[in-house]
């Protein structure tokens, strides 16, 4: 590999990180993902917050799942 296709990569990464950098900023506006799922874990003591988003993480797993395939399938 040459330099010039190690630039186009990164070049290729960093669209890809601004553009879901900027679909979660406007999701985040919008109020899209202030909700908890019924099998995310949350744990709540005076001073501490633990928040495990486990059925958010199955739910987006499958998502990306369906979306890999259909991709790799072309």
């Known amino acids: 590999m040459d330099i010039t296709t190690i630039a186009r990569y990164f070049i290729y990464f960093g669209v890809f990180f601004i553009t879901i950098g ?15 799922l019924p099998g995310d874990i949350v744990i709540q003591k ?28 072309r």
């Open 46 to 73: 005076e001073n501490f917050t633990f928040y495990f988003p486990l059925a958010t993480s199955i739910v987006i797993s499958i998502i990306l799942t369906i979306i890999f395939t259909i991709i790799s399938k």
């Open 22 to 36: 900027g679909i979660l900023f406007v999701a985040g506006k919008l109020g899209i993902g202030n909700y908890r």
